[in-house]
């Protein structure tokens, strides 16, 4: 009978330490965010310092810009960014809503340890900046798209990991532009440094100039900086790239003679980029649209009309 009653006393004693431990347990608040599961990156390739296995990762988080919602490209507006070991689920919580959306679109760049190790302190100092990311040559690229709800770790669903080598993208050179007079307008910050090069260059080329005849003053006047006709240089391409008649996305502004690029495009597209070209005052020097038909892991060169 004494077994009996310490049997009870001890079941009794368990069952109160399993309700508390229960108790305390529940009272792990949910999280409200989105998760980009590492194990959907490192799946058929690995994880680790091996030549060919996914070492880190570095994902971009933006909110809703404008468009169509169903359409990436419409979710253009930097939110908040990270850097992962790829054994870490990428997870970003309680994200604003943008323009009363709780959508997001994620870029991933994804390196070998060798890839990371060329280029680490960019990647870890890169933030929000997604150009900076491409440069540092990731070994692989995808896209997510993930939607948050309260109370809950929402899953992001990405495309497949594609290697950078074969990433499907336009490029559009910013150096010169040609204009429908028949003129051509040149990058300032290049014709700026050729000029400073042809002139140390030249040891007499100060007697020379005072040599010339009258017309050499007048020419300088109507000259801007480089010696460009004034109205004719620009320091900066605000582009706008629009896919298949689609909504444009946030236009991108480069400084010139930096190329423009359309990364992960979509493939198999006709695109056209609307390209503004403004002066040291942000004033318009001219406007053009540029095109390109993509082909699935190539790169295409942009043809542009002639500046208006």
Same mark, same amino acid.
């Given at each position: 009978? +004494?077994?009996? @009653?310490?049997?009870?006393?001890?079941? =009794?004693?368990?069952?109160?330490? &399993?309700?508390?431990?229960?108790?305390?347990?529940?009272?792990?608040?949910?999280?409200?965010?989105?998760?980009?599961?590492?194990?959907?990156?490192? !799946?058929? @390739?690995?994880?680790? @310092?091996? *030549?060919?296995?996914?070492? /880190?990762? &570095?994902?971009?988080?933006?909110?809703?810009?404008?468009?169509?919602?169903?359409?990436?490209?419409?979710?253009?507006?930097? +939110?908040?960014?990270?850097?992962?070991?790829?054994?870490?689920?990428?997870?970003?919580?309680?994200? *604003?809503?943008?323009?009363?959306?709780?959508?997001?679109? +994620?870029?991933?760049?994804?390196?070998?340890?060798?890839?990371?190790?060329?280029?680490?302190?960019?990647?870890?100092?890169?933030?929000?900046?997604?150009? !900076?990311?491409?440069?540092? /040559?990731?070994?692989? !690229?995808?896209? %997510?798209?993930?939607?948050?709800?309260?109370?809950?770790?929402?899953?992001?669903? %990405?495309?497949?990991? !594609?290697?950078?080598?074969?990433?499907? $993208?336009?490029?559009? *050179? #910013?150096? &010169?532009?040609?204009?429908?007079?028949?003129?051509?307008?040149? %990058?300032? @910050?290049?014709?700026? =440094?050729? &000029?400073?090069?042809?002139?140390?260059?030249?040891?007499?080329?100060?007697?020379?100039?005072?040599?010339?005849?009258?017309?050499?003053?007048?020419?300088?006047?109507?000259?801007?900086?480089?010696? +460009?006709?004034?109205?004719?240089?620009?320091?900066?391409?605000?582009?706008?790239? $629009?896919?298949?008649?689609?909504?444009?996305?946030?236009?991108?502004?480069?400084?010139?003679?930096?190329?423009?690029?359309?990364?992960?495009?979509?493939?198999?597209?006709?695109?056209?980029?609307?390209?503004?070209?403004?002066?040291?005052?942000?004033?318009?020097?001219?406007?053009? #649209?540029?095109?390109?038909?993509?082909?699935?892991? /190539?790169?295409?060169?942009?043809? %542009?009309?002639?500046?208006?």
């Amino acid at each position: 009978m +004494l077994r009996l @009653r310490w049997l009870f006393v001890a079941l =009794v004693f368990f069952a109160f330490l &399993a309700c508390s431990g229960s108790e305390s347990t529940s009272g792990i608040p949910p999280i409200t965010g989105i998760t980009i599961r590492a194990e959907t990156l490192t !799946t058929g @390739r690995g994880c680790g @310092r091996g *030549p060919t296995q996914l070492f /880190k990762y &570095a994902a971009v988080v933006y909110g809703y810009t404008n468009g169509l919602p169903n359409d990436r490209t419409s979710y253009q507006t930097a +939110l908040t960014a990270g850097v992962y070991d790829c054994f870490a689920d990428g997870t970003f919580v309680e994200l *604003p809503a943008v323009s009363g959306s709780f959508t997001y679109r +994620l870029e991933v760049y994804a390196f070998t340890a060798p890839a990371y190790d060329a280029a680490a302190l960019a990647i870890e100092t890169a933030g929000t900046n997604a150009e !900076t990311l491409r440069g540092t /040559k990731p070994t692989w !690229t995808t896209v %997510c798209i993930a939607t948050q709800q309260r109370d809950v770790q929402s899953l992001a669903i %990405c495309d497949p990991l !594609t290697a950078t080598i074969n990433e499907t $993208r336009i490029v559009l *050179p #910013t150096g &010169a532009f040609s204009r429908a007079d028949g003129r051509v307008s040149t %990058c300032v @910050r290049t014709a700026t =440094v050729d &000029a400073g090069t042809d002139a140390s260059d030249g040891g007499d080329g100060a007697t020379d100039a005072d040599a010339g005849d009258n017309d050499a003053g007048a020419d300088a006047a109507d000259a801007g900086d480089g010696g +460009l006709p004034e109205g004719l240089g620009y320091v900066t391409v605000r582009a706008t790239a $629009r896919v298949n008649d689609m909504v444009p996305a946030a236009p991108a502004e480069i400084p010139c003679p930096d190329t423009f690029t359309v990364h992960d495009a979509v493939p198999a597209a006709h695109y056209a980029i609307d390209v503004v070209l403004l002066d040291e005052s942000g004033a318009t020097v001219g406007t053009t #649209t540029c095109t390109a038909d993509t082909q699935d892991g /190539k790169e295409s060169s942009a043809t %542009c009309a002639p500046v208006e």
